[in-house]
């Protein structure tokens, strides 16, 4: 990429179509991932049933990306939010762990 923001629109508007279409292969893209908890439209959030892992949950993007650094920074932000709140959550309804 140049710098040149004109230049560039034409090659960043390809890499989005590209990094959002939904990924052939990708299970989390074609199954629902777990039992849903929380949804809105932009992502879900899913318990994982995992006997070594009580309480693990996913938060899933309806759009498929490959690594979050692949976002636009509001996105990514968005995204954390969610997680954040999905922590904060688990840690009211389960048990403290025990060292």
Known sequence: ?????RQDA????QL?????????????????????LWEDDFCRVVSVKDGDYPGFCRVI????VREMTDLPGDE????MRVV???EAALRV????RQS
């Open 61 to 64: 993007l309806r759009q498929h």
């Open 93 to 96: 309804m389960l048990p403290a």
């Open 16 to 36: 989005s179509a590209y990094l959002t279409q939904p990924a052939v292969g990708c299970e989390l893209c074609e199954v629902p991932g777990g039992e849903l």
């Open 10 to 13: 034409p090659a960043l508007a």
């Open 76 to 79: 990514q932000m968005r995204l």
């Open 84 to 86: 954040f709140a999905t």
């Open 1 to 5: 990429m140049t710098g040149n923001s």
